[in-house]
């Protein structure tokens, strides 16, 4: 039984085609998928992603279940331009989203493709965003859901995640073996695992292009740039892009900037050195939580992505990422750690000439601030005890 209209899985890296039918998480040869499927067509009646862009996934009205995702705000910083001597600064803020990150996009393309295909378990393997994506929309579709954790995520980042009523697994071990791991179980057991760059999580990630692209009058900016962990979230912006390309809808391609936590950067690495393969990074500890991922299961995608399309990878040390998310938050963005990282690479790239004097850039934003706690206790965070009585003397 399958739902779907006619739609492929492809790769981009070996040529192979699967068709969308099958459940399949990855190619035969080990690399990611991408969904190909000629949709055209905005219905601007809606906002939400599942209507305002249902023509470009091959589900049926009924596989969706919606939460309200996407339609997120592109928010231009006028003193950031300023401070860089660039045309615009925008950013693309996903914390908007029904779980406060980017994830309930490609979430609610998994749990359509996952209802067309007749699964009635799903689960995820994730540091904190993705599960609590998965776990609210799983409750809403009435699915139950299997959500496996890294083994060093705090007690207070279970909490969110444990209140939509998900089965919670905290995993000892590497994450990706956990990632493989799930995979090769979920299919011996019927649970559709919708982990971090599955062919239609990158699927829904395309959505964050073609609004950025609308909301621009369909005049893209010369840079994207996309904090990456595992690699699906830039795929799947890059691929939204081609589409709308193909499409006729805009006239060239942005340039894209993969932005890593120097700490954990196995991408930039790749790049820098001009590997086709990535190489296990280091697992050091970074405040960028978000994005800690030592062997990113898109990196050698994503690498070469960088180079086809004549894109650059940046990492940014520990204390660019701390100030950058000071300087977001006192221009009225609160943004996690991780989504703070392409301010930095925006400023690392502007330093050495990447990003050119008077070009424009959109940063992905792609979760809030109140994700990540921890953080708070990197900054100076000032305030004083009163009476109101004192207040007369203080307010002036
Ligand atoms: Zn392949």
Known sequence: MCSLKKALLFCKSCGAEYDACEARFRCDCGEPLDLKYDGAGIDTSSRVQSKRFAAFFPFAEDDWVSLGEGGTPLVSVERFAKELGLSGVQFKNESANP??????????????????????????????????????????????????????????????????????????????????????????????????????????????????????????????IVPTSAGGNIRGIINGFEDLLRAGLIAKLPRFICAQAKNNSPIVTAFENGWTQIRRAPDAETIAHAIDNPFPP???RVVAELRRLNGTAVSVPEGEIVRAQADMAHAGLFAQPASCVPLGALRAARASGIVKEGESAVLVTTGGGLKYTTAFAAHKLEWRDCAIGDLAELLK
């Open 99 to 224: 779980t406060w990150s980017f994830k309930d996009r490609g979430t609610a393309a998994c749990i359509a493709h996952a209802r067309a295909l007749g699964y009635t378990k799903v689960g995820t393997v994730s540091s904190g965003n993705m599960a609590a994506s998965v776990a609210a929309y799983a409750a809403a579709a009435g699915m139950e859901a299997f959500i496996l954790v890294k083994g060093n995520v705090a007690d207070e980042k279970l909490a969110p995640i444990a209140i939509y009523g998900a089965h919670l697994l905290r995993v000892a071990g590497p994450y990706d073996e956990l990632y493989k791991e799930s995979l090769r179980l979920g299919a011996e057991r019927g649970i559709y695992y919708m982990n971090s760059d599955v062919p239609f999580r990158a699927a829904g990630s395309r959505t964050i292009a073609f609004e950025i692209a609308e909301e621009r009058g369909f005049d893209v900016p010369d840079w994207v």
């Open 298 to 300: 898109s990196g050698n």
